[in-house]
């Protein structure tokens, strides 16, 4: 028993189509998140040298060299990349430190294993850290080790190979 030409260019045309869907779908799961426009934003200024304010010094943005200040802004970037992450996946969840059954989760980048882990806490809060609800983290921790979320090596959140 035989297949036909006509069964074997149908069977071809629905290879080639299933093809075509799993490169769509590939092409996505390698493709970088970026965090949702939106109408707010933050910032702050180039590094330069010259203007001293006030406002710049007590809210920490002042540093003492130029190398401090790229270093500090890069930082900045990292950890307002991974705050806005949180805020588009993590919906309305706030951190409550008067609730002490409230679990809050951070990710942390293991080197020995080279791998991103998420962590869990419910009473202690580590300044600079961006935390989030445990389903956020998981998706974050998943996201970084896939590489769809890349943020900057110099805060070492980029594992060097």
């Given at each position: 028993?035989?297949?036909?030409?006509?069964?074997?260019?149908?069977?071809?045309?629905?290879?080639?189509?299933?093809?075509?869907?799993?490169?769509?779908?590939?092409?996505?799961?390698?493709?970088?998140?970026?965090?949702?426009?939106?109408?707010?934003?933050?910032?702050?200024?180039?590094?330069?040298?010259?203007?001293?304010?006030?406002?710049?010094?007590?809210?920490?943005?002042?540093?003492?060299?130029?190398?401090?200040?790229?270093?500090?802004?890069?930082?900045?970037?990292?950890?307002?990349?991974?705050?806005?992450?949180?805020?588009?996946?993590?919906?309305?969840?706030?951190?409550?430190?008067?609730?002490?059954?409230?679990?809050?989760?951070?990710?942390?980048?293991?080197f020995p294993e080279k791998v991103w882990r998420y962590i869990k806490s419910r009473l202690i809060l580590e300044a600079g850290v961006v935390y989030m609800?445990?389903?956020?983290?998981?998706?974050?921790?998943?996201?970084?080790?896939?590489?769809?979320?890349?943020?900057?090596?110099?805060?070492?959140?980029?594992?060097?190979?």
């Amino acid at each position: 028993m035989g297949i036909t030409k006509s069964q074997i260019e149908s069977r071809l045309r629905e290879a080639e189509r299933e093809c075509a869907e799993l490169r769509v779908y590939l092409e996505q799961a390698n493709k970088h998140w970026t965090p949702e426009g939106g109408w707010y934003f933050t910032t702050f200024r180039n590094v330069c040298k010259g203007h001293t304010s006030k406002a710049f010094s007590c809210r920490g943005l002042e540093r003492t060299t130029r190398a401090a200040a790229e270093l500090a802004q890069e930082r900045m970037i990292s950890s307002n990349l991974l705050q806005a992450y949180v805020d588009e996946h993590c919906g309305d969840w706030v951190a409550d430190w008067n609730d002490e059954d409230q679990r809050k989760c951070s990710v942390v980048f293991s080197f020995p294993e080279k791998v991103w882990r998420y962590i869990k806490s419910r009473l202690i809060l580590e300044a600079g850290v961006v935390y989030m609800n445990e389903e956020c983290a998981e998706k974050l921790r998943d996201d970084l080790n896939s590489g769809r979320v890349v943020t900057n090596a110099r805060m070492n959140l980029i594992p060097v190979k």
